[in-house]
């Protein structure tokens, strides 16, 4: 099956074309004849899976076959909105990409940066906005953006976008939506909550799956080295300088853990950046840019803040902290794999970790092989004990715990990373 045989246009096949791309993946073959068709649509799949394609591909061709008002101030027509400033450019980029030769008009707006450039590319009219829930409500209630003509709308990652609390903006934004339109709804799970939301905003929707052991691990090489917590680091050292990989892409928990590790590789002289939810957004692009061109060998990331990137050829994904949600395992090493590739994942186990472990393996239906053969084994004893430790020796001494006014507060133990259940937004 190629694109062509789906019914793609000339003029977007000759932008794929120059991309590379001829054979759709599984996604994209079952959702654009469904698109094309102006269905709606519900689609269960990760990042990694060709999903970006596959809905921006039927919209740009709906769009260029329409095309007729070109003036200055023709109403925006479709809007994607997705959780995070990264994946809202690469979605961004990839409109350009396949839409090149069709002389549509795109632009991304997402917060955290002066709304200037932003509100300016608006003012010059655009076919296509692709969005973050912040920084769109933000300019519509400026007047800039009026959602009045919008006939395609997309709510990408929406797993993520509750996981986030967006949940209230994005019903803001669905009561100002115009209610004949073609509605396509993407999620990596599809828990009770996600849905609902799609109950929502669907009407009698085609359903496309793409399931996650179908989608990455049957492809991605894994491994799991069981390793106390202290020498985690150690080993990420031991492995970069083994492999020689190129571009090596690691997993940390909390953004204050990601700092940790690239301070610790830079004291082994490995050039690594952190991208995660407190950096600037100048900061996170640059840091972004210089991995994908190779000036940074590594790249230490949190898991929001890895849900854009999209980069070609990624030899090597090192789960530092093992999720515990294990759909997120799904999620990180289906960053190596992608498409028709083939890639290497490798994941840190310390005894804390061996539940979270056994979840994994039960979502992907297989055994993660454990590597054995390394200078820092762990067999999880010393932690367990560890463990027990603390409670029994805690108030040792003759002191009485002190009772002062320094009283630690609930605030104090919620997430170092902001991933509380409560609202924690990137844009």
Same mark, same amino acid.
């Given at each position: ?17 120059? +991309? ?12 654009? /004849? ?177 399931? @996650? ?101 990624? +030899? ?52 993660? /092989? ?19 430790? /603390? @409670? ?5 001494? @003759? ?29």
């Amino acid at each position: 099956m190629t694109f062509k045989e789906l019914g793609v246009i000339e003029p977007i096949l000759k932008a794929l074309d120059a +991309e590379g791309y001829t054979h759709p993946t599984p996604i994209q073959e079952q959702s654009i /004849p469904k698109l094309l068709q102006k269905r709606d649509l519900l689609g269960c799949a990760q990042t990694g899976t060709g999903k970006t394609a596959a809905f921006t591909i039927p919209i740009l061709q709906h769009l260029y076959q329409a095309k007729g008002n070109t003036n200055r101030t023709r109403p925006i027509k479709a809007l994607i909105i997705t959780p995070t400033r990264e994946l809202a450019l690469q979605i961004g980029e990839s409109i350009e990409s396949y839409g090149k030769h069709t002389g549509l008009k795109s632009t991304v707006i997402f917060g955290g940066v002066k709304q200037g450039k932003q509100t300016a590319a608006l003012s010059q009219g655009i076919d296509i906005l692709v969005a973050t829930p912040g920084r769109l409500l933000d300019l519509m209630n400026q007047g800039f953006i009026s959602l009045n003509g919008i006939e395609y709308f997309v709510l990408d990652e929406a797993d993520q976008m509750l996981d986030m609390g967006f949940i209230h903006d994005i019903k803001k934004i669905l009561a100002k939506l115009p209610s004949k339109r073609q509605s396509l709804f993407f999620s990596a799970t599809m828990a009770p909550a996600i849905v609902e939301l799609s109950n929502k905003i669907l009407g009698n929707p085609e359903k496309v799956t793409v399931k @996650p052991e179908q989608a990455t691990a049957e492809k991605v090489e894994q491994g799991v080295y069981f390793v106390s917590k202290g020498n985690k680091v150690k080993l990420l050292v031991h492995l970069i300088n083994q492999k020689a990989a190129k571009s090596v892409l690691v997993f940390s928990r909390t953004k204050h853990g990601a700092n940790k590790i690239v301070k610790l590789l830079a004291a082994d002289d490995i050039t690594a950046e952190a991208i995660h939810g407190n950096k600037s957004q100048t900061a996170r692009v640059k840091a972004l840019t210089n991995f994908k061109e190779g000036t940074t060998k590594v790249l230490v990331a949190t898991d929001i803040a890895a849900r854009g990137i999209d980069i070609d050829e990624l +030899e090597l994904v090192v789960n530092y902290d093992l999720p515990n949600v294990p759909e997120t395992y799904v999620h990180r090493i289906g960053r190596t794999g992608r498409a028709k590739a083939s890639g290497v994942a490798i994941s840190f186990c310390d005894g804390e970790e061996r539940a979270y472990l056994r979840d994994i393996q039960k979502l992907i239906k297989q055994t993660v /092989p454990v590597v054995a053969d390394h200078p820092y084994p762990d067999d999880g004893k010393v932690i367990e004990k560890e463990e027990k430790r /603390p @409670p029994q020796n805690r108030n040792r001494g @003759p002191k009485k715990p002190f009772r002062g006014g320094n009283k630690p507060s609930k605030q104090h133990s919620s997430n170092r990373d902001g991933n509380q259940p409560r609202r924690r937004r990137e844009d």
